[in-house]
C-alpha cells in the first residue's frame, strides 16, 4: 500500500496536515520531537557509560598488596 505513494501523494498530504493543524502547532510538535530524541541520545548514552563503569569495576586490580612492589 505505501510502495506506490510518490512523490505527488507525499506532497499532498503534507499540505492537508498543514492546512489541518497549521504551522506554529506543526513547529511546536517537531520541537517536542526534536527534545524526545535529545533526551533518548543523552539516556542511552548514560547506559552505556553505567555498563562501563560497572565493566571496570569488576576488572580492579586484584593483585595483593605485598606482590604490587614486585616487578
Known amino acids: ?5 510518490g512523490l505527488p501523494g ?3 498530504i503534507a499540505v492537508v496536515v498543514l492546512v489541518l ?3 506554529g502547532k506543526i513547529s511546536s510538535l517537531m520541537g517536542e520531537v526534536g527534545k524526545g530524541i535529545t533526551a ?3 539516556g542511552v548514552d548514560d547506559g552505556a ?3 562501563e563503569e560497572d565493566a ?3 576488572a ?3 593483585t ?5 612492589d614486585k616487578v
Open 1 to 5: 500500500m505505501l510502495n506506490n505513494i
Open 10 to 12: 507525499l506532497l499532498l
Open 21 to 23: 493543524f497549521g504551522r
Open 40 to 42: 533518548f541520545k543523552k
Open 49 to 51: 557509560k553505567e555498563i
Open 56 to 58: 571496570a569495576e569488576v
Open 60 to 62: 580492579k586490580d586484584v
Open 64 to 68: 595483593p598488596e605485598d606482590e604490587k
